[in-house]
């Protein structure tokens, strides 16, 4: 199931909000949000809901075992195997096929291929039990005696399928109790309509503009650029669409959700980019991997190195978002080296011009490397001419005309222009005005997501592929 569903909109959630607000027991409502996002993922996953079931007990058990000895050397015992058994599911649903393949390949073998259907999610809620050992572990957090409130921290729907990574320790008190009130309700319920605007009127329809550009039967340069472009604003909208549904989401029942992005598009570095964009898998790579290995104290580079391999390797078991990794890795090795400290010389706004216009360059080719999980080569020498005939054609120029408005639209909304105007003018509104407004606001993103909705049922996440 998806939150741009009409099921999802005017089935489950209504039927969700009526068992949980008609019940008062906090006891009870944790029961009602663990039997709902269950179902929630089951609706998808009616076998892999068992595993991930499987997954929370077993490192409930790890945390409980961690938590009930003070030798050491079982302590760690205990945490290698949870994190052997969580990064065991995960290869073996994600990764193993494409070893396998590899193997083969390099070897020239004929190893049997081993076909899995991988769990939507899997990723994420993988990283986030292992996360809760962890600081278990760390004694960051304290070991959560209820199995029940600890499969609420995983399975909770808003988060589940696709982020944000949720960390145990962040809303550690919260699985006890909430603060459920109509003004977090309504402050949720603006924040999932402007999500789901963006996922629904923003990133689908530049989804059609890309099939349309890459769909051509000749290759242009403006429109290979193009389409790069409108991916990197796809994604963008999709993704952070889906976070602010899910942050929207938890704040109606009480949860407050770390922010994940922080309108990466304005960045003037990949260093600041990367501060901005997909935060909570950022600062889990930072804290359980960059920080061990040393961080900034010493070998930076290779950690910087094995993290970005990481989190290329994270994202899918293909060899475009490895190669995608180890681009982000170099570049933020030249970066901290030399790049950063050549800008901090030169006057600051030639400098934040040219940092602008510069990470808009490797994010947008960036993201090309992400999208081309066939024939990547090829397709990245058409960014650069080496195959094409023509910069333009009159197919593609009629598929850029058509979408400008498009384009423009998301190039503004990419851009923090309404929250600068709302933290300068907002609080000078009376408090009534501003409920009226937001509630005309969430009428109308909601209305016209609709609409598009129901001419349009398939609307997927970019992300339910990692």
Request: glycine residues 8%.
């Amino acid at each position: 199931m998806v939150f741009s569903h009409l099921f999802f909109l005017y089935i489950f959630l209504p039927a969700l909000f009526l068992a949980y607000f008609v019940i008062k027991n906090d006891s009870y409502r944790r029961g009602v949000l663990i039997v709902f996002s269950l179902f929630f993922y089951a609706w998808g996953e009616p076998v892999c809901v068992f595993l991930m079931i499987g997954l929370v007990a077993a490192d409930y058990l790890f945390g409980r075992l961690i938590n009930a000895t003070r030798v050491e050397s079982m302590r760690k015992l205990w945490l290698v195997c949870a994190i052997v058994s969580n990064l065991g599911v995960l290869g073996f649903y994600k990764y193993l096929g494409f070893f396998i393949e590899t193997l083969n390949t390099i070897f020239n073998v004929s190893i049997p291929t081993v076909t899995v259907t991988m769990p939507i999610g899997i990723s994420f809620f993988t990283f986030q039990t292992m996360s809760y050992v962890i600081d278990v572990y760390r004694e960051d957090a304290k070991v959560q005696k209820s199995y029940f409130r600890l499969l609420l921290y995983v399975s909770f729907f808003p988060q589940l399928i696709a982020g944000p990574i949720v960390r145990y320790k962040d809303i550690e008190a919260q699985l006890a109790s909430r603060a459920v009130t109509a003004e977090n309700f309504n402050e949720g319920l603006f924040r999932f309509s402007r999500g789901l605007a963006k996922k629904v009127l923003i990133a689908d329809n530049c989804a059609k503009v890309i099939d349309g550009l890459y769909g051509l039967q000749e290759a242009t340069l403006l429109g290979r650029w193009a389409g790069a472009v409108f991916f990197t604003l796809q994604l963008y909208f999709d993704f952070s669409g889906y976070s602010d549904m899910a942050i929207g989401l938890g704040r109606m029942f009480g949860f407050r959700f770390l922010e994940n992005f922080n309108y990466p598009l304005i960045s003037t570095s990949a260093t600041d980019f990367w501060r901005r964009w997909h935060i909570s898998l950022g600062t889990f790579f930072r804290d359980y991997v960059y920080i061990p290995l040393g961080g900034n104290r010493h070998d930076q580079q290779r950690n910087i190195l094995v993290v970005w391999f990481l989190t290329g390797l994270w994202h899918g078991a293909s060899w475009n978002f490895i190669l995608w990794g180890l681009y982000y890795a170099v570049l933020l090795m030249i970066e901290k080296a030399t790049l950063l400290k050549w800008f901090e010389r030169i006057p600051k706004i030639p400098s934040k011009i040219l940092g602008h216009l510069y990470t808009v360059f490797i994010t947008v080719f960036g993201f090309a490397i992400f999208y081309f999980d066939h024939d990547l080569l090829r397709n990245l020498g058409y960014l650069f001419g080496v195959g094409i005939a023509s910069l333009t054609d009159l197919f593609t120029s009629s598929i850029l005309a058509d979408n400008l408005f498009l384009l423009a639209a998301a190039v503004f909304f990419a851009i923090p222009v309404f929250p600068k105007l709302w933290a300068k003018y907002g609080e000078k509104i009376p408090y009534p005005a501003q409920r009226i407004l937001k509630t005309a606001v969430v009428i109308l993103f909601v209305g016209a997501s609709t609409v598009r909705l129901v001419g349009n049922s398939y609307s997927p996440f970019l992300y339910f592929r990692f």
